[in-house]
Structures are given as structure tokens and as C-alpha cells.
């Protein structure tokens, strides 16, 4: 199976509310991302949480992660419609290549 | 403005006729990447390239070809397409650090249909 794995599949959640979206993961890492599509678009970077990291914040996102648990979390505050998306982690592995691995997804909703 | 810019956006094509999806980076970034995405499987990389003339295979590099003669391009080469290569493409690109502390800038994504 994939290296992330995210969990929920999917969610949806009134407009205001906090999502929280986790991932899973297999191996050791360099860092953690995760990554933001909008309907079969490309995917945006939006926060990488390096491994000697425990929690990151940019804006509405808290990204945390546990090495130990080999998991990361996703939590948006305050959601809005815009959010709603596809969110996906990709795990940079410490196996000395650059193959950063995804996980299939979590769909948000938000409704408004 | 900083981007990677792939083409075609959308393409259908028939069994066997040879293709080739452009990519092309402005950031000078030395990796890019090729991944598919298809339902239910997430995205898997195709191959990838760490800087000019330095290849490699990913996870699902049956049937793709690609080459890496400019720090900028990354062509995506189906000598023979097939049905099972319809799927949504997406190039990505990135800076390589000691630190590695860089995440991929993606293109927009090409839609193929093999027909």
C-alpha cells in the first residue's frame, strides 16, 4: 500500500468548523508535506514539517507529527467553502533517494 | 512568475500513436517528476530526474519514456500508448537542498484518454 495514508477518505463539515485530516506512514523521513487540489487540478504546497519538528502553523493550518507514531495531522480552523478539496500527505523518505511517496487522499467539503 | 507549465492540458489519442507531454520549469530547479493519478490510487510517480541527464525509474515506469537534456525540460514520452495509460498526469518540480526542506511546485496536470 501507499507509504501515506490519510484518513478520513472523506469529510464534510459546516462552513466555521475545524477539519482535521491524518496521515499515516511507513517508513523513517526527512519531512512531511501536504498539499492542497482543487478538482483535477495540480496540487499546492502548503506546509512541510521537517522530522525534528512536532507541530507547524501557517495561518488557518496546525500540522503536527509524531515520529514515534509515524503520523501526521492536518488541522484547518475556521473552514471555509474555498477549502473545499482534496488533501494529500507526501512523505520524503530517508532512504537516500528523492521520491517523495503521496497518499491517496482526503475529499473535503465545506459546506457554506 | 514562477511555474512549471505542462501541455497539453487535455489529449486524446488512439492505441500505438506516439505522444509527448511537455513540462518545462522556470525556477531552475534541478528534480522534477512525473506522476499519474487515477482514482482510488493516489498519485504514483512515473519516473523522476535529479538534475540534466540523470534519470530514474519510480513506481509505474512501464510503458514511459522521458528524457532530461535541459536543466528545464521534461518531456513525458508513451512510444505506444494504451487504454490503461488514460489517466491525469502531472509534472512537479523542485529545489534539491542538504536539507531538503523544499516541496514540488506542480503543473497544471494533463488529462489523456488512450482510445
Known amino acids: 500500500s501507499q507509504q501515506g495514508e490519510e484518513d478520513p477518505q472523506a469529510l464534510s463539515i459546516q462552513e466555521g468548523e475545524n477539519a482535521t485530516m491524518n496521515c499515516s506512514y511507513k517508513?523513517?523521513?526527512?519531512?512531511l508535506q501536504w498539499y492542497r487540489q482543487n478538482s483535477g487540478r495540480g496540487l499546492v504546497h502548503l506546509i512541510l514539517i521537517r522530522s525534528n519538528e512536532r507541530e507547524k502553523h501557517s495561518g488557518r493550518l496546525r500540522v503536527t507529527l509524531d515520529t514515534s507514531k509515524k503520523s501526521s495531522s492536518l488541522l484547518i480552523t475556521a473552514s471555509r467553502a474555498a477549502d473545499t478539496a482534496s488533501y494529500f500527505c507526501a512523505t520524503d523518505p530517508t532512504s537516500g533517494t528523492y521520491k517523495y511517496i503521496f497518499g491517496t487522499g482526503t475529499r473535503l467539503k465545506v459546506l457554506a | 512568475e514562477a511555474q512549471v507549465t505542462q501541455n497539453p492540458r487535455y489529449l486524446i489519442t488512439v492505441t500505438g500513436k506516439k505522444l509527448t507531454v511537455t513540462c518545462s520549469q522556470n525556477?531552475?530547479?534541478?528534480?522534477m517528476s512525473w506522476y499519474r493519478q487515477d482514482p482510488g490510487l493516489g498519485l504514483r510517480q512515473i519516473y523522476y530526474?535529479?538534475?540534466?541527464?540523470?534519470?530514474d525509474k519510480g513506481d509505474v515506469p512501464e510503458g514511459y519514456k522521458v528524457s532530461r537534456k535541459e536543466k528545464r525540460n521534461f518531456p513525458l514520452i508513451l512510444e505506444s500508448p494504451s487504454p490503461n495509460q488514460t489517466s491525469l498526469y502531472f509534472c512537479a518540480s523542485s529545489s534539491v537542498t542538504p536539507g531538503r526542506n523544499y516541496g514540488y511546485t506542480f503543473g497544471s496536470g494533463t488529462r489523456l484518454t488512450v482510445v
Open positions: 517508513t523513517s523521513i526527512n519531512n
Open positions: 530526474s535529479m538534475n540534466v541527464e540523470v534519470t
Open positions: 525556477m531552475n530547479h534541478e528534480y
